[in-house]
């Protein structure tokens, strides 16, 4: 059975920085891509996807709206994906999601405000 259980995240004035953690259980994430998705507070948003890395050379893409600030990294012997978030923006309020394997994790809440 896959379980993706997320960490991290919580409260930030905009301008700061924090990390997210993605640990894998029964799903060895180096065998599968990892996605970092993110549901804005507005229900009419659809949740969108923000950052990946590659199963196989471990490549990272990133959508253009947090290219540059944030970064996507996976430790192989802690089965743990990763989320830097960097240079953090009021509208990068949301709840974060992890996503390998068509399975979720169980989502962080991220609040940027001053």
């Known amino acids: 059975q896959v379980q993706l259980v997320q960490s991290g995240g919580g409260w930030v004035q905009p301008g700061g920085s924090l990390n997210l953690s993605c640990a894998a259980s029964?799903?060895?994430?180096?065998?599968?891509?990892t996605a970092w998705f993110r549901q804005a507070p507005d229900p009419e948003k659809a949740r969108e996807g923000l950052?990946?890395?590659?199963?196989?050379?471990?490549?990272?893409y990133y959508d253009d709206s947090v290219k540059g600030r944030f970064t996507i990294s996976r430790d192989n012997a802690k089965n743990t994906v990763y989320l830097q978030m960097n240079s953090l923006k009021v509208e990068d309020t949301g709840v974060y999601y992890c996503?390998?394997?068509?399975?979720w994790g169980q989502g962080t809440q991220v609040i940027v405000s001053s």
């Open positions: 996503y390998a394997k068509r399975s």
């Open positions: 950052a990946c890395i590659v199963k196989s050379d471990g490549s990272t």
């Open positions: 029964g799903l060895p994430l180096d065998n599968y891509g």
